[in-house]
């Protein structure tokens, strides 16, 4: 397994995941946004397994067990960000989950708070 090569694709398709939540919350698509917002971390936090483990990444969406899994030390702030997220990954696979659609300032709050942890997990690579 070319290692270089995953963390890239996991990066990658976190900052296209990123976009693709912009576009969704723009256009008024909040739920869909923040599971988007979702994938970003997930995959950042993938591309952190794969350097640490040499191997592929787990088939979880947990945030708080991966981010378990690699070696930064997780801030409270951060980790209950974490929990917020999970809340809204369960609505893109479950159809019957509704989880509670917030404020579209607390949707955007989220959004910029995804990308500052995007860009600290990719500064800790």
Not at 18 to 40: D, M, Q, S, Y
Not at 56 to 79: A, C, F, G, T
């Amino acid at each position: 397994m070319n290692i270089e090569k995953q963390i890239e694709y996991w990066i990658n398709s976190a900052e296209s995941d990123l976009e693709t939540a912009r576009i969704l919350i723009e256009n008024n698509k909040p739920l869909e946004g923040l599971f988007f917002c979702h994938l970003v971390i997930e995959k950042t936090i993938k591309s952190h397994i794969v350097k640490l483990n040499k191997t592929i990444p787990p088939k979880s969406h947990n945030l708080i067990y991966l981010s378990d899994l690699i070696s930064i030390e997780i801030s409270n702030h951060i980790s209950n960000f974490f929990g917020i997220l999970m809340k809204y990954q369960l609505s893109g696979r479950y159809p019957d989950y509704n989880p509670y659609v917030p404020e579209k300032s607390k949707v955007l709050e989220y959004f910029e708070t995804t990308k500052e942890v995007l860009e600290w997990l990719k500064n800790q690579l």
